[in-house]
């Protein structure tokens, strides 16, 4: 009689990155993600950048994220900027403005943000 096998789950998730609950799966960037959220703390805008495939993605989801979220004082909203079309397409403004509306009760600083119809696309494509 042969012994049975259990196969677990392969840690990596191939092409497509870690997401917040494959948490358990990531590890080894530990110093990465205290890192970058320490780099958090102190600045207000931080931009992670590299080659493609090589884990930004899996670092801010399955690592970042949650220790954002467990920590509890701030809410995170995540946008993914695809390809965009001028009319059939919402701007990454427009995709901000409505998650933001979504997941918080009474956006107050929305008319300061917002204060025209020019998107932040257009803002950035014309400078």
């Not at 390809?83 to 009760?105: M, N, S, V, Y």
């Not at 009474?106 to 257009?122: G, H, M, V």
Request: hydrophobic residues 35%; without cysteine.
């Amino acid at each position: 009689m042969r012994p049975s096998v259990q196969y677990l789950p392969y840690r990596y998730p191939g092409a497509r990155p870690f997401a917040a609950d494959q948490q358990h799966l990531f590890f080894g960037r530990e110093r990465a993600v205290r890192e970058l959220y320490n780099r958090l703390q102190l600045e207000q805008l931080v931009v992670l950048y590299s080659k493609s495939g090589l884990g930004k993605s899996s670092l801010i989801n399955a690592g970042l994220l949650p220790r954002i979220q467990e920590e509890g004082r701030r809410q995170p909203i995540t946008i993914r900027f695809n390809a965009w079309t001028e009319g059939k397409t919402e701007t990454p403004a427009q995709i901000a403005r409505d998650l933001i509306l979504r997941d918080f009760d009474q956006p107050t600083f929305l008319p300061k943000i917002f204060p025209d119809d020019r998107s932040l696309w257009y803002a950035a494509k014309t400078r």
